[in-house]
């Protein structure tokens, strides 16, 4: 984007953005930390280099979100809309759950080559992360809170990062490098060794930093040590389109459509970035008899996409104080295309031609939780997802939308 564009779509998301209604009267609990704001800079510098390991390294990543070993490719899971879209194929495939929903035997086929516990025995469970527990679409900000309200305590926190508290030692295999399989699994599966970029040492070090930048304990509520006051909304919204399923064999024809659009919106104090991710492959192979019944003609259609764009985004929030309802405003750029999708066409007769087409990003939708009821004033967070079936020309494609909002301001009481 050239200078002048970018100053133009930054005046107009400064001209769409809305006003922050009066202060609300209903009740509101007031945010609790005892650090000072020079502490709490010192404390948010620290995890920031934290989160940038464990945001990035698939070693953390994956487990916590990035591979969804329940379903085939990437993407939603149908049967869990909750769950995070998978960046990632698991290797061995979809594996199905257990009657009682658990998948531990069905892993450890594969991954029985665990660390060994604290006290020196086997570890013998592998699994994912919870939900509540996943890195995938998430700050440095929001990974913190998560950080401190699921361990609860500085030495917690720590001892999770170290050998999982001498439990199922996942923190040492990650740092192993070989995903918990053994040698025929990795021979089999083409697996390298992949360590983390730094050395668990090195990692527990920036951990202890955080810690020790906010005096050794985890003060305060769970904002405090992982952001500093700001007045304006900062947060993170998701939104997710997965379409898959729609695939077929005919006598004349075979198809197969999948698609997958992300819009990933991150603010801090009212202004960050959009960023849309399309992908999709859409293939159709037709066939056909000559006039004398005997040779069969080809032809066939083939749609890639593969497009990725950041841009500059606004966030604020108009809000009913009497009603007590509110409204989150999305500035951003209008309509535009975000990149090219390639289009080839193939024939008998006429050989392969292609092209290449614009682009454009799919909208948020103007429902909850982008409004609603706000119970509040500082805080708006909600999510809801849609699925469909029975579609397109199968009949057997579905579609899976989700939106995910976690929005927050210190507000005046900060």
């Not at 999982?164 to 089999?188: P, V």
């Not at 706000?374 to 909600?382: S, V």
Request: glycine fraction near 10%; charged fraction near 20%.
């Amino acid at each position: 984007m050239k200078r002048d564009d970018r100053k133009y779509v930054l005046n107009l998301l400064a001209g769409l953005a809305l006003a922050f209604s009066p202060a609300l009267s209903f009740a509101q609990r007031a945010p609790s930390c005892p650090l000072a704001e020079e502490q709490s800079k010192k404390a948010v510098d620290a995890f920031a280099k934290v989160a940038a390991f464990v945001l990035t390294e698939p070693r953390c990543v994956n487990c916590h979100g990035g591979v969804n070993p329940y379903i085939d490719g990437t993407g939603l899971n149908p049967t869990d809309p909750t769950a995070p879209a998978s960046l990632k194929e698991h290797g061995g495939g979809a594996i199905p759950k257990n009657t009682d929903g658990t998948i531990e035997a069905a892993c450890l086929k594969c991954h029985n080559h665990m660390a060994p516990k604290r006290d020196g025995s086997s570890t013998l469970q592998w699994f994912t992360a919870t939900n509540v527990h996943s890195f995938v679409d998430k700050n440095a900000t929001i990974l913190c809170r998560q950080f401190k309200k699921s361990t609860g305590s500085a030495q917690e926190f720590l001892g999770h990062l170290t050998d999982d508290n001498g439990g199922n030692n996942f923190a040492q295999t990650a740092f192993n490098g070989d995903r918990g399989l053994g040698e025929a699994d990795l021979e089999g599966f083409g697996v390298t060794i992949q360590k983390p970029s730094i050395a668990k040492p090195a990692f527990i070090q920036l951990a202890e930093n955080w810690v020790n930048a906010m005096g050794g304990t985890f003060p305060g509520d769970e904002n405090c040590g992982c952001e500093l006051t700001h007045t304006e909304w900062s947060g993170m919204i998701h939104y997710v389109v997965d379409s898959k399923g729609d695939e077929g064999h005919e006598q004349w024809s075979d198809w197969s459509n999948r698609s997958l659009s992300m819009i990933t919106i991150d603010v801090e104090n009212g202004v960050g970035t959009i960023t849309y991710s399309v992908q999709g492959k859409d293939v159709v192979q037709n066939r056909s008899r000559g006039a004398n019944g005997s040779k069969v003609y080809h032809g066939s259609s083939t749609t890639d996409t593969s497009v990725q764009k950041t841009l500059p985004a606004r966030i604020n929030v108009l809000i009913d104080p009497r009603a007590r309802t509110y409204m989150v405003s999305l500035g951003q750029p209008l309509v535009f295309a975000i990149g090219k999708k390639h289009v080839q066409n193939c024939s008998d007769a006429n050989g392969c031609q292609g092209a290449d087409l614009d682009v454009y990003p799919i909208t948020l939708p103007p429902r909850a939780p982008l409004s609603g009821t706000l119970q509040d004033p500082n805080r708006i967070q909600g999510s809801a997802s849609v699925k469909r079936g029975g579609l397109r020309r199968s009949h057997k494609g579905i579609s899976i939308e989700t939106i995910s909002v976690d929005l927050w301001r210190s507000g005046s009481s900060r």
